[in-house]
């Protein structure tokens, strides 16, 4: 009977713990993201990073980059596996240029995507690795590309949250659309009938992304536009495609 009674209260302790951790059902470990996110709020203002800031609560940031080291997601939702990639490839690029810091560019950094030095759920990775492997080939996101910062001026804003599994959808859409506001990566000019949209790089690498043609990319781009730029567009007898130069400029805040 005692046994019967203990083994009553360790399952009833299981239970408890299920509903008090839903990571075990499939989503984030609570707080996985939270000292990420403090320090995006600390140290970024309209997609510029102080990276002085951070360089002075790196102990911060090294802890949270040990924490993604240790975790298990093999049992996250695709929404929660999308959140902690996107959040792992900007810490590690902010820990990447505080390792190198003070650079103009994260280009002056030899092979900067292509070290494997980035510690991740038991994975040695590089960013490549993470970008093209993790986000793109595994969960196929084309959105990812409004949200992960090279930190360059041409990269989209490092925003000022940590991405959150039960949010991302909501929060890679708000990225895209700031992304299509920002005339450092978008903007339409008309001539006559004729209208030339002006894209940023990031559609010319990665093209196939966001549709198989034109038409199917313009037909993603025109989801995240307001709406007098999309009715513009879709009046248009002809539409031609161009692409803005990149600036490879260090995205950092200027004091």
Known sequence: MKRIKL???????????????????????????????????????????????????????????????KVDISTFSREHKLAFWINAYNAFTVKLILNHYPVKSIREIDSPWKQRIWKAVGEILSLNDIEHKKLRKELKEPRIHFAIVCASIGCPNLQRFAFSGDRVNHQ????????????????IKEDGSALTIFISQIFNWFGNDFGKDKNERIAFILAYLKAPVAKKIKKAFSVKIKYLSYDWNLNEKKF
């Open 7 to 69: 083994l009553i209260v360790v399952l009833m302790m299981l239970m408890l713990l299920l509903i008090q951790f839903p990571a075990l059902g499939g989503r984030e470990v609570p707080g996985l993201h939270k000292t990420w996110d403090i320090l995006l709020q600390k140290h970024v203002t309209n997609g510029r990073v102080n990276y002085k800031g951070f360089a002075e609560d790196v102990k911060q940031l090294d802890s949270y980059l040990g924490t993604l080291e």
């Open 172 to 187: 890679l859409d708000q990225a895209a659309r700031q992304f299509f506001d920002n005339p450092k990566h978008f903007f």
